[in-house]
């Protein structure tokens, strides 16, 4: 049996015309492991531009890494009966007597899934499973009865997975939680607890310690401007982790000439439109960057203590705030605004204090959740087995639990 003889992939909308009646939409980042979360849309802002989808339908990512990580959901109770989703989402709607929760037990299991990546096409992020693959996938169809068993016993087995999963989730919010609120306290109030407190006179800090100075950023930092060719500067990413270089299948720009930004060794690169997500860190290497970025050289400051104070709930607030754009994602601060932006400072001295206190404290922490990370990878490999044994026939399940 293959795919396309129990399912069609990707539908396409065959109903009446529902002007602006409201319909439900789904970004991307909605779709996750049997959850989807839908936001409300008019239907003539969302037909012919987005992936349809119905009640019923089984939903799954297309592109890399989502399609390994099981973002796969069904949707149901839409408005209207009608969904639309990203463009990077696929759609499978079965045909009569076949079991819904066995089909998206089949399109998370790995044999299912490993065909899929075989197939991708794309470079780098942006990989796509292949709709052929889809289609031609072939497996042994079982009984309506056994496909019912058989999702009825997963359903219990991958409910006592996911629980331990959730637990253990909540665990690691809880200590980024810690993590962001060690780090606020200390770039704002420093880590001795006995100090007096002035009135800071900016909106972000009310109080600061009587003894730091308050300044703005081009006053502590110097602003690097200069255009290279990534052919002479390596290709640097920045995000939340910080600094890195480009990975190598990463798709390279085909523009000619000086159209990057130079980063040396220590600057610090800040993503003008990091969205409040903290992308930002201290170059290890000299290299280069998108001109979107503001590449910074510390002048009287630590950078270390950079590196924290950027990650500052407060501060990040304060940014996006001075920032101008229509949405989230388009939310830039520019470096000409920024640069007027007052911050609270320790002495230089102080800040590599502080600066080492959060190294050790965030550091015990990190190392908490990356244990954690490994037991939920673990869980998620279980269950993961779990899925494609069964659904393959290599384990014989016990109808008594289904």
Same mark, same amino acid.
């Given at each position: 049996m293959r795919i396309k003889d129990i399912a069609i992939l990707n539908p396409i909308y065959s109903g009446q015309d529902l002007e602006n009646e409201e319909v439900s939409f789904s970004p991307m980042e909605c779709l996750r492991y049997d959850v989807l979360r839908t936001y409300s849309i008019p239907f003539s802002q969302a037909k012919g531009k987005y992936t349809y989808f119905g009640n019923n339908d089984v939903l799954f990512a297309k592109v890399t890494p989502c399609f390994e990580?099981?973002?796969t959901a069904i949707a149901r109770n839409l408005l209207n009966g009608v969904g639309f989703g990203s463009s990077e989402i696929n759609v499978l709607r079965p045909k009569e007597n076949i079991s819904l929760r066995y089909i998206f037990y089949l399109v998370c299991s790995k044999r299912f899934i490993d065909n899929g990546c075989a197939s991708m096409c794309g470079v780098g992020g942006l990989k796509r499973v292949s709709p052929r693959a889809i289609n031609t996938f072939e497996f042994d169809l079982p009984s309506l009865a056994t496909q019912k068993t058989i999702a009825s016993y997963l359903d219990k087995k991958?409910?006592?997975i996911g629980c331990e999963i959730d637990l253990l989730e909540r665990k690691v919010d809880a200590y980024k939680r810690l993590r962001c609120s060690i780090i606020n306290r200390a770039v704002t109030r420093g880590i001795n607890l006995d100090i007096s407190l002035k009135s800071s006179g900016l909106r972000w800090i009310?109080?600061?310690?009587?003894?730091?100075?308050?300044? @703005?950023? @081009?006053?502590?930092?110097?602003?690097?401007?200069?255009?290279v060719s990534e052919n002479d500067f390596m290709p640097l990413s920045v995000s939340k982790k910080g600094v890195v270089p480009q990975m190598e299948n990463v798709a390279k720009s085909t523009a000619v000439g000086d159209t990057r930004k130079k980063v040396c060794k220590e600057d610090f690169v800040v993503n003008s439109r990091s969205d409040r997500k903290g992308s930002c860190g201290i170059s290890p290497m000299d290299g280069s960057v998108s001109l979107i970025y503001i590449v910074l050289e510390p002048k009287y400051i630590d950078p270390t203590f950079v590196n924290y104070y950027f990650r500052c709930n407060d501060w990040i607030e304060e940014f996006y705030r001075n920032g101008k754009g229509i949405v989230a994602d388009l939310w830039t601060t520019n470096y000409s605004v920024m640069r007027n932006i007052e911050i609270a400072v320790p002495p230089y001295a102080e800040q590599k204090q502080i600066a080492a206190y959060l190294d050790d404290k965030c550091g015990k922490i990190d190392t908490l959740i990356e244990k954690i990370g490994v037991k939920i990878e673990r869980l998620k490999e279980l269950k993961r087995s779990l899925i494609n044994e069964v659904v393959t026939g290599q384990r014989a399940i016990n109808t008594l639990e289904a």
């Amino acid at each position: 049996m293959r795919i396309k003889d129990i399912a069609i992939l990707n539908p396409i909308y065959s109903g009446q015309d529902l002007e602006n009646e409201e319909v439900s939409f789904s970004p991307m980042e909605c779709l996750r492991y049997d959850v989807l979360r839908t936001y409300s849309i008019p239907f003539s802002q969302a037909k012919g531009k987005y992936t349809y989808f119905g009640n019923n339908d089984v939903l799954f990512a297309k592109v890399t890494p989502c399609f390994e990580n099981l973002n796969t959901a069904i949707a149901r109770n839409l408005l209207n009966g009608v969904g639309f989703g990203s463009s990077e989402i696929n759609v499978l709607r079965p045909k009569e007597n076949i079991s819904l929760r066995y089909i998206f037990y089949l399109v998370c299991s790995k044999r299912f899934i490993d065909n899929g990546c075989a197939s991708m096409c794309g470079v780098g992020g942006l990989k796509r499973v292949s709709p052929r693959a889809i289609n031609t996938f072939e497996f042994d169809l079982p009984s309506l009865a056994t496909q019912k068993t058989i999702a009825s016993y997963l359903d219990k087995k991958c409910g006592k997975i996911g629980c331990e999963i959730d637990l253990l989730e909540r665990k690691v919010d809880a200590y980024k939680r810690l993590r962001c609120s060690i780090i606020n306290r200390a770039v704002t109030r420093g880590i001795n607890l006995d100090i007096s407190l002035k009135s800071s006179g900016l909106r972000w800090i009310f109080y600061i310690p009587v003894h730091w100075q308050i300044g @703005r950023i @081009r006053n502590f930092f110097d602003y690097r401007n200069e255009k290279v060719s990534e052919n002479d500067f390596m290709p640097l990413s920045v995000s939340k982790k910080g600094v890195v270089p480009q990975m190598e299948n990463v798709a390279k720009s085909t523009a000619v000439g000086d159209t990057r930004k130079k980063v040396c060794k220590e600057d610090f690169v800040v993503n003008s439109r990091s969205d409040r997500k903290g992308s930002c860190g201290i170059s290890p290497m000299d290299g280069s960057v998108s001109l979107i970025y503001i590449v910074l050289e510390p002048k009287y400051i630590d950078p270390t203590f950079v590196n924290y104070y950027f990650r500052c709930n407060d501060w990040i607030e304060e940014f996006y705030r001075n920032g101008k754009g229509i949405v989230a994602d388009l939310w830039t601060t520019n470096y000409s605004v920024m640069r007027n932006i007052e911050i609270a400072v320790p002495p230089y001295a102080e800040q590599k204090q502080i600066a080492a206190y959060l190294d050790d404290k965030c550091g015990k922490i990190d190392t908490l959740i990356e244990k954690i990370g490994v037991k939920i990878e673990r869980l998620k490999e279980l269950k993961r087995s779990l899925i494609n044994e069964v659904v393959t026939g290599q384990r014989a399940i016990n109808t008594l639990e289904a």
